[in-house]
């Protein structure tokens, strides 16, 4: 058995791209996450509930009622906790400026950091020409990545039955069209152009689903990555420091716990 990892407490936390409502958001990794890992504000940066997935077919088990839970607990306790909808949680665009359970909604933000640098928080789908300009072409490029994860879903199956930790297949794939590539550096460069617009000294986003901490001119830009394939946050020390948490490689034996109850108990490790 894995032993358990300490108990990180950090100024801030950025996540995105969660996807809960579909059957590739990985709620239990991300339950375990949020267990050992704690903020003084954590960000929702988009597309943490997927609208576009649940208007065509409603799948909504108990650990993604879990994962809301454990948010909203966290504000109780006194965590700041701003969501900035996206392209996929888009309905909750209608309600900037507004509070649900003490998670404040917003259409952009912008974060302090302990050294004094201030970041430009967004989702970042304004910047893909695909979701502004042919909606449908988005929504059946959604369609083909939840198919790509159906198969990662079973490929991983079989890896961990031969002892294997997880990979993303579909990651892989991904990275390896050359479009794709492009498409990524393309994205990178209009947000750091964004946050130069708007005076701020670097950005954190979301949407592509490729957690990086690039530096550019003066200028940092910082994706959170995601919760379906590689499951990682952005975290800000107290000193100002950044890194990216790759959860999925540090607690690589956590599998979903059958038949769990309770919000605490969603996730357990298992012999390597």
């Known amino acids: 058995m894995t032993a358990k990892p300490d108990a990180r407490h950090y100024r801030a936390l950025f996540l995105s791209d969660i996807h809960l409502g579909t059957r590739g958001c990985q709620a239990h990794l991300l339950l375990d996450f949020l267990r050992f890992n704690d903020a003084e504000v954590i960000y929702l940066v988009g597309d943490?509930?997927?609208?576009?997935?649940?208007?065509?077919?409603?799948?909504?088990?108990?650990?993604?009622?879990?994962?809301?839970?454990?948010?909203?607990?966290?504000?109780?306790?006194?965590?700041?906790?701003?969501?900035?909808?996206?392209?996929?949680?888009?309905?909750?665009?209608?309600?900037?400026?507004?509070?649900?359970?003490?998670v404040e909604v917003m259409e952009t933000a912008v974060h302090e950091t302990a050294d004094g640098r201030r970041l430009l928080i967004i989702h970042g789908d304004e910047f893909d020409v695909v979701v502004r300009h042919a909606k449908w072409?988005?929504?059946?490029?959604?369609?083909?990545?939840?198919?790509?994860?159906?198969?990662?879903?079973?490929?991983?199956?079989?890896?961990?039955?031969?002892?294997?930790?997880?990979?993303?297949?579909?990651?892989?794939?991904?990275?390896?069209?050359?479009?794709?590539?492009?498409?990524?550096?393309?994205?990178?460069?209009?947000?750091?152009?964004?946050?130069?617009?708007?005076?701020?000294?670097?950005?954190?986003?979301?949407?592509?689903?490729?957690?990086v901490i690039r530096k550019e001119d003066g200028h940092v830009y910082m994706n959170t990555g995601d919760w379906v394939e590689s499951c990682t946050a952005i975290a800000e020390g107290h000193d100002g420091s950044f890194e990216i948490i790759r959860w999925a490689d540090l607690r690589k034996d956590v599998v979903p716990a059958e038949d769990a109850e309770d919000g605490e108990e969603t996730s357990q490790p298992v012999a390597a």
Do not use: M
Request: positive net charge.
């Open 48 to 102: 943490i509930v997927d609208g576009w997935r649940l208007r065509r077919s409603w799948h909504w088990p108990q650990l993604h009622n879990d994962v809301v839970q454990k948010l909203l607990r966290k504000a109780r306790k006194g965590a700041r906790v701003v969501y900035v909808p996206g392209n996929h949680d888009e309905f909750l665009r209608n309600y900037f400026g507004t509070h649900f359970g003490g």
């Open 137 to 211: 072409l988005a929504f059946f490029g959604d369609w083909a990545y939840v198919t790509a994860l159906s198969l990662n879903t079973w490929f991983n199956l079989v890896r961990r039955k031969l002892g294997f930790r997880y990979w993303s297949l579909s990651a892989w794939a991904k990275l390896k069209v050359k479009n794709a590539v492009n498409f990524i550096g393309a994205f990178e460069d209009a947000l750091i152009a964004e946050s130069k617009r708007c005076g701020t000294d670097g950005v954190v986003c979301g949407h592509i689903h490729h957690a």
